[in-house]
């Protein structure tokens, strides 16, 4: 665990204002993926409820995350020093096992293949995303003088959690570019579009983990990697959820599915 570095007020507080903002907003996408569900068709609501449960999972844990953060740190003489109650990392990557083969799913049930498809292409993004977030914890965790050099313990997890990161990226360009390959014209262009966000957002997360390299020292680090990670998840979970939902409602509406109030819906009956 880590020897966590004097803060002062104002890089307490933008951590602190940043986690917050974070539960806020995963709060807020999880109840605009529940409530937007019946303007959907049927078959894209699935999407709709991995998103909401992905925001929740996140949630949670940014709960979790703050309250360790509050309990890590004290206010004295206008700064703040460590209590000695560790902040626990272990919360963000324990979100990321359980949401990232999520946001994975998420995906390729909005595309809407076959399950012959779908099902073996799951397993080996599943299996990869799980490797990724395994071995990068062990670096995560390091103390923050070991994480400065490329050529050190934390520069070999990083890479070692690199390669099935690119693993998933090469078979999101090129298996699932084969598999969208005979739907129609939009669902390519459809795929073709939220890959690269998908791609943005995720990409994010290696460049926080090396912001170390950039020669900060440890409260610049602390600071950077939490604000970086909550951004990042902010823009990776409900960012990408409302994407998934725009998609969900334009291939509802090319389908023919409308979307009606209570009240129209009785309008129209009389
Ligand atoms: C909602 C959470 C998401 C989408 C998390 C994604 C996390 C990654 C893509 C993490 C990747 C990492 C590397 C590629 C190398 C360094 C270690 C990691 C785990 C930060």
Redesign the pocket.
Known sequence: MNVLPTLSSGEYLLVYNMLSFTIAAMMAAFTFFLLGQPRVAPRYRISLIVSSL?VGI?AYHYFRIFDSWTHAYQLASGSYSATGIPFNDAYR?V??LL??PL?LVELVLVLNLTREKSGPMLTKLGIA?FL??L???P??IMPFEAKGSMFSSYGM??????I???Y?LYILWTELGVATANQSARTQILFRNMRLP?IG??????I???LPFFGLDATQAVVSIQVG?AI??VL??AG?GVLIYAIAREKSEAEGFTFQTAYQREVASK
């Open positions: 992905v996140a990557y979100d990321w949401t990232v946001l995303a990724m977030i071995l990068g914890y670096g995560e997890w990083g890479f070692l959690s690199t099935p990161f690119l998933i998908l957002t995720w990409g994010f997360y290696p926080v983990y090396c990670y990042a998840d990776a979970k990408y």
